[in-house]
């Protein structure tokens, strides 16, 4: 079973930075790829990044390329987010979300995700 909780969220002026993490406290049985996600207020919820098991491939969305990068610690069963130059409509809540049949690949699809964790609040004020 998946358990994830996701930190690191808070408050940070623009062009600040923060670090998520994302650990998942489960059995890990077998691999899977992570994702992070986020839902603003009034949005839909949008894709940010993937990695997959290895760490050997990941995806970012156009709006955090060069600002955002995706990184895991297997032996921690954790997956972080590091987030620099942050903008105001950066302001979401992140969420991670593991792919129980995705390994080696990394998708941007949300509904091929099946665990998600309950999300973590980032504020980027102007």
């Known amino acids: 079973q998946v358990r994830l909780a996701e930190s690191g969220g808070g408050l940070v002026q623009a062009g600040g930075s923060l670090r998520l993490s994302c650990v998942d406290s489960?059995?890990?049985?077998?691999?899977?790829?992570t994702g992070w996600f986020r839902r603003a207020p009034g949005k839909e919820r949008e894709f940010v990044a993937a990695i997959n098991w290895s760490g050997t491939d990941t995806d970012y969305a156009d709006s955090v390329k060069g600002r955002f990068a995706i990184s895991r610690d297997n032996a921690k069963n954790t997956v972080y987010l590091q987030m620099n130059s942050l903008k105001p409509e950066d302001t979401a809540v992140y969420y991670c979300?593991?792919?129980?049949?995705?390994?080696?690949?990394?998708?941007?699809?949300?509904?091929?995700?099946?665990?998600w964790g309950q999300g973590t609040q980032v504020t980027v004020s102007s």
């Open positions: 489960g059995r890990v049985v077998r691999p899977y790829t």
């Open positions: 979300a593991a792919a129980m049949w995705l390994v080696g690949t990394v998708v941007a699809d949300p509904t091929k995700y099946d665990y």
